[in-house]
Each structure stands twice: as structure tokens, then as C-alpha cells.
């Protein structure tokens, strides 16, 4: 009987986990931050306010599962061994398309509202900062210096290229303008960045 019964009780979990975070996600996307509680998340998602504790130790550790969660494998992994960046051969064309998608992510209004209130919280919270360089920024960051390093062994950048400076080149000006709301991300302004760092990094 505990046979059967195991399997049955994994999918529960994963279920109600998969609930709590698409509650989680629509609840940014619908309140301001500081107005979405974790009983709110509970109501939301169909289940006791003990059973998101029991997983995550607070709200900003479920906002960052919710997010976490969109980078998922069919498995469930999240850790971002799969990722990598197209490589045609063709180094901008290639960036130009990650970028544009970049850029275009950030303007999606429920995105939006979901990594500006993880930001709020890795702002003030140093273990959440870690736990989002190690579970995302990293193994994303190591997918895009791969496709880097690519172009580098095809003589498409300078062999000593700074991959982690040709990194902020190209994304933290994105960042900023979204960080700040300065002007808008568009295609073109993904592709400039695009243009001005392979300049900057030209063999």
C-alpha cells in the first residue's frame, strides 16, 4: 500500500506547489507588492497558510520560487543546466535575438511586477541576493559566457575579451533603463546594445 500510495502523494505536492506559485505570480501581477500577504497566497492557491511555511520560510522566498519556476524544465529543474544561447555562427544576430527577448520579457506588465518586487527584497535581503546568483543569475551568466567564449575561438571577439565585462556592456543598460523607467526598451534599443558592445569587444 505505501507503495501505491507514494507516487499518488509526490503529485499532490507538486500540485499544490505548482498552485502556490501561479497564486504567487498572479498576485504581483495584480496588487502592489507589499499588499500581497502569504495568506493571500494560501487563499489563492487552495491550501493552509502552512503548507507555503513548510516549503518557504517567507514571501519574498515564494516570489522568487514563482519566478524560479519559469525557467523550469519539463522535470521540475530549475538550475540552468539546460540553457544556452542560440549560435548560428552569426554572433550579432544571435545576441539581437536574446536581447529583443530580454527587452521584451521586461515589458511583459506581469514580469515586470514580479522581478521589480524580487528586487525590492534581494536589495535588503543578503541570503536571497546569494540563493538568486547561485539558483539563476549564475547559471544564466555561464550560458551567455559559453556563447561568448564560441565567438571568441571563431575570432568574432578580441581573444582577451573580459566575458563578465562584455556581459554588463550589454545588459546593464538595459537594466537601468528598466530599473529606472528612463525610456523604453524596444528592439532597437536592444540592438544598439548589441552593436555597441561587439564594437567595443571587436577582435
Do not use: C
Request: overall charge negative; glycine content about 4%; aromatic content about 6%.
Amino acid at each position: 500500500m505505501s507503495n501505491e500510495k507514494g507516487p499518488d502523494h509526490s503529485r499532490r505536492k507538486e500540485r499544490s506547489r505548482q498552485a502556490i506559485l501561479a497564486a504567487t505570480r498572479e498576485l504581483v501581477a495584480e496588487e502592489a507588492y507589499e499588499k500581497v500577504t502569504v495568506e493571500a497566497i494560501a487563499a489563492r492557491a487552495g491550501v493552509g497558510k502552512q503548507t507555503i511555511y513548510r516549503r518557504w520560510p517567507s514571501k519574498s522566498a515564494v516570489v522568487f520560487a514563482a519566478l524560479l519556476a519559469l525557467s523550469e524544465s519539463p522535470d521540475g529543474q530549475s538550475d540552468g543546466q539546460s540553457v544556452a544561447l542560440p549560435d548560428t555562427g552569426d554572433l550579432e544576430a544571435d545576441l539581437k535575438l536574446v536581447m529583443r527577448a530580454t527587452a521584451e520579457e521586461f515589458t511583459d506588465p506581469a514580469f515586470d511586477r514580479l522581478i521589480r518586487a524580487l528586487s525590492t527584497e534581494i536589495a535588503n535581503d543578503p541570503a536571497l541576493a546569494a540563493e538568486y546568483q547561485a539558483k539563476l543569475a549564475r547559471p544564466l551568466d555561464e550560458a551567455k559566457k559559453a556563447r561568448l567564449r564560441s565567438a571568441q575561438e571563431a575570432g568574432q571577439l578580441a581573444p582577451d575579451a573580459d566575458l563578465d565585462l562584455v556581459l554588463e556592456v550589454l545588459y546593464a543598460p538595459l537594466f537601468q533603463r528598466w530599473l529606472h523607467r528612463s525610456a523604453p526598451l524596444t528592439a532597437a534599443y536592444a540592438d544598439s546594445l548589441v552593436e555597441a558592445g561587439l564594437r567595443a569587444f571587436a577582435p
